[in-house]
């Protein structure tokens, strides 16, 4: 019994150890195929990436980002601002103050937000109990950024923002909402003699080579055929009538 409840345990540690991770994965893989990236700060464990959501509101972004995976915690509904806090990265939705009909999408790991981010400033959006799993109960660097709409007047400690290079787009791929594809159709009047030509796999031209090509016939009168390649006539199945008793007890 006690086995039982050991393995018990030890399963719901591991479901609980993943799914913030999956949630997480997730989240990336969202804002990567939906949003062209901007800008990029940091290396390694410490990173920032700011994507641009075009057209689209902090409100209409969170709820985009939150349906494809539940953050641990989303801040209260605000038009210039909000958060969403994964597993090991943190989500910040701003308003851009260049194009307010876009959202820039920043999402950094929580190494990045501990280094340099304002507790105080994160205090006006976080729960308690999230900052000080986030600062690790006093770990803090200190830091007074405040987001990348203010990053000219709040610097981060960790460099410097700027577009991405060729090595940070391949690590990080980005992939715009827009996407635009070709159907091409062959023409009917193709002369190749490949298979499918004219649109059709039954539509092959004899080819221009000097191969003999082959063919089929059937048997006729005129002579015999090969008896595999008749059909099999049909036969009538034979029944069987039978008669029954019934008996009372």
């Not at 999402?107 to 006006?124: D, H, I, P, Q």
């Not at 062959?186 to 080819?207: E, M, N, Y």
């Not at 015999?224 to 029954?244: A, C, E, M, Y």
Request: glycine share 10%; charged share 25%; proline share 5%.
């Amino acid at each position: 019994m006690r086995q039982k409840w050991s393995k018990a345990l030890k399963l719901l540690l591991v479901v609980s150890l993943i799914v913030p991770l999956l949630a997480a994965c997730g989240i990336d893989q969202t804002i990567k195929e939906t949003y062209p990236l901007e800008s990029v700060n940091g290396s390694g464990a410490e990173t920032s990436y700011v994507y641009r959501a075009a057209g689209q509101s902090v409100p209409e972004v969170a709820r985009v980002l939150a349906e494809a995976s539940k953050p641990d915690q989303i801040s209260d509904e605000q038009e210039d601002r909000m958060f969403l806090v994964y597993s090991d990265r943190i989500v910040h939705l701003q308003r851009d103050e260049a194009n307010p009909e876009d959202t820039l999408v920043e999402v950094s790991s929580k190494e990045y937000v501990r280094n340099n981010y304002s507790m105080s400033f994160l205090e006006g959006y976080l729960l308690a109990s999230l900052l000080s799993d986030l600062f690790d109960n006093g770990r803090y660097g200190g830091g007074s950024y405040r987001g990348y709409n203010d990053r000219d007047t709040y610097k981060p400690k960790t460099g410097t923002y700027h577009m991405p290079t060729d090595t940070e787009k391949k690590a990080v791929p980005p992939m715009t909402v827009e996407r635009k594809g070709s159907i091409f159709k062959r023409s009917h009047k193709a002369d190749t003699g490949q298979v499918g030509s004219g649109g059709s796999i039954f539509g092959k031209s004899p080819s221009s080579s000097s191969s003999s090509t082959g063919k089929i016939t059937r048997g006729s009168s005129g002579g015999k055929s090969s008896s595999w390649l008749q059909p099999r006539k049909s036969f009538k199945p034979k029944t069987r009538v039978g008669f029954g008793r019934i008996k009372r007890r």
